[in-house]
């Protein structure tokens, strides 16, 4: 074929495409995928409808990676085929697309249905749209019908009373088809659609399937159902919740299968606000005390993560923690499972502002007490990185008296990484604490890190040290904090004279021109004779860093 002028060149890109898209090379097929849009431009509108998309219905049988570009590529060729009123050439590839085997095919086919299905005019969408939609849920394959339970809340708010009828009708049938992969898909979709119909359809319609789903002998359309009961919740008036929606969510709080359990604990904040406050209070708060009762790890973990119970009734939150949770609390904190305890220590000091000053040290700070002394890591980060909502609870008298020590304990831990999280706490704990109490109870810790036989940790103890300069002032470093690390320049070990110089460089500027000029650079220039040479390269370094702070007349 010539690439010069003359009537053959016009099949070029069809004919290039066409080679390509049968080259036994993937990525090559991939990549002319990919550069459909500019095969189409060069085509133009006219061509790519009558060529192009006719080639790509009828030839593609390929790899799923270039099924999934191609499906992509579509959701984005309206402009290339003339624009919405050409808009239904691009069904017949998508629908394809819809029907293969591939779950990620078929989901992005579908995700580009529902964008270009917004670009359909009503008479296009029942003209074009909702038969592909028919025929994809009457398909033979269980891959169809899955993609079409996606579909349908897309194109029923632009279509005619009949056809809405028809809609929900195939919808109903969906819900209660033979495969269990068809009824998951409904379940997954079913309160979008809800979403997208009029209220008495929803009572009359969703709710039954609701129901019959949430009651699915598979426990995976089930859990999905649960999702769905929230966003149906969230379109009942109140008077209609207690009978239509709250018997099956209750069921399915009680459920055989652990998953369904962890769905409703997953979901329970939304599930709140959804109801609003008297129900929760009736019923949900009786379920959430099984949830973390549950005997299952998993949902307990899921349960504790909500412990917090953010919408009971203002009035009776405080009573209603306290007499119904707080029991269920008491004992998550040492349950046998890490996960739930980690889950609980992320939250429970939240539950200080609820409960006011007297229940959070009477009843709250054992139980902190405890999950600070856990063998776990992440238990004891959880609840240093949540203290200072405590602190606003009840002051940092009490806080430091009962949590103090074991925060030492902490600072002292075999594990690296917890020496770390507590350095890290550090300047907020100094600036809750204060610079006497400071200097009493932890001053000697934050030195101590600096000569820890982990690099992170003396690293994190360097940069702590600036912070806590930062906040308590530069006089206050150089009686506290200077004369210290300048006594390690003559440490025996060059790691430590190593860490003198790293500190130099942090706390140069926070300490100002006169102790840097002073105090730190003659301890510098010594340290240039060291016989280490990786201490002299750092000192040359050191310089280069302190030198903007410096007297001037030292240049």
Not at 111 to 119: C, P, V
Not at 133 to 160: E, N
Not at 353 to 372: A, M, R, S, W
Request: hydrophobic content about 45%; aromatic content about 6%; glycine content about 4%.
């Amino acid at each position: 074929m010539g690439t010069g002028t003359g009537g053959d060149d016009s099949l070029y890109p069809i004919a290039v495409l066409i080679d390509e898209l049968r080259n036994e090379d993937v990525q090559l097929r991939l990549n002319s995928i990919k550069k459909l849009s500019t095969i189409a431009l060069a085509l133009g509108v006219e061509r790519t409808r009558t060529e192009l998309l006719p080639f790509l219905t009828d030839t593609i049988y390929d790899e799923d990676e270039v099924l999934l570009a191609l499906a992509e590529q579509l959701g984005s060729f309206t402009v290339l085929v003339g624009g919405p009123e050409f808009v239904h050439c691009l069904l017949p590839p998508l629908e394809s697309l819809a029907t293969v085997e591939e779950t990620v095919v078929r989901d992005k086919a579908v995700e580009s249905l529902q964008k270009i299905s917004q670009e359909h005019s009503p008479v296009d969408l029942e003209v074009h749209f909702v038969p592909l939609v028919k025929r994809l849920a009457s398909g033979d394959w269980f891959t169809s019908r899955t993609s079409a339970c996606g579909l349908f809340s897309v194109c029923y708010p632009r279509v005619s009373s009949t056809v809405k009828a028809e809609i929900r009708q195939h919808f109903r049938t969906l819900c209660s088809d033979d495969t269990p992969m068809v009824r998951r898909a409904a379940s997954s979709k079913l309160g979008e659609f809800a979403k997208v119909l009029e209220l008495d359809y929803v009572k009359s319609d969703i709710i039954p399937l609701f129901t019959a789903l949430a009651s699915d002998e598979q426990d995976s359309v089930r859990l999905l159902a649960v999702e769905a009961g929230v966003s149906i919740a969230t379109l009942l008036p109140q008077e209609d919740l207690e009978d239509l929606v709250m018997p099956t969510l209750r069921q399915a709080a009680e459920d055989k299968s652990w998953r369904v359990r962890y769905m409703v604990a997953d979901k329970f904040s939304e599930l709140q606000k959804a109801v609003g406050p008297e129900i929760t209070k009736n019923d949900l708060v009786p379920a959430f005390q099984n949830l973390l009762k549950d005997c299952e790890a998993e949902v307990r973990t899921a349960a504790a993560n909500k412990v917090k119970g953010e919408v009971l009734p203002e009035d009776s939150r405080e009573t209603i923690i306290m007499t119904h949770i707080l029991p269920c609390v008491k004992e998550l904190v040492s349950d046998t499972n890490q996960h739930v305890k980690s889950a609980l220590a992320s939250v429970i000091m939240g539950l200080s502002t609820i409960l006011g000053k007297d229940n959070t040290v009477e009843h709250l700070l054992p139980l902190f007490l405890v999950q600070l002394k856990d063998e776990y890591p992440e238990v004891r980060l959880n609840i240093i990185s949540n203290l200072d909502c405590v602190n606003e609870v009840i002051g940092i008298r009490q806080l430091s008296q009962s949590l103090l020590p074991a925060i030492v304990e902490l600072a002292e831990d075999a594990k690296w990484r917890v020496r770390l999280a507590i350095i890290e706490y550090m300047p907020l704990l100094a600036g809750q604490l204060g610079v006497e109490f400071f200097d009493e109870k932890l001053n000697s810790l934050c030195m101590a890190w600096l000569i820890d036989h982990v690099y992170a940790i003396r690293e994190a103890a360097t940069c702590n040290l600036m912070k806590l300069v930062e906040k308590f002032g530069a006089e206050w470093a150089q009686n506290t904090i200077v004369p210290k690390v300048l006594g390690m320049a003559n440490d025996s070990n060059y790691l430590h004279r190593m860490t003198t110089l790293f500190c130099i460089n942090a706390l140069s500027e926070v300490c100002g021109q006169e102790i840097t000029t002073k105090h730190m650079l003659p301890v510098v220039l010594k340290m240039s004779t060291d016989q280490v040479a990786n201490v002299r390269f750092n000192v040359a370094r050191c310089l280069q860093k302190i030198g903007p702070v410096l007297d001037s007349r030292y240049f």
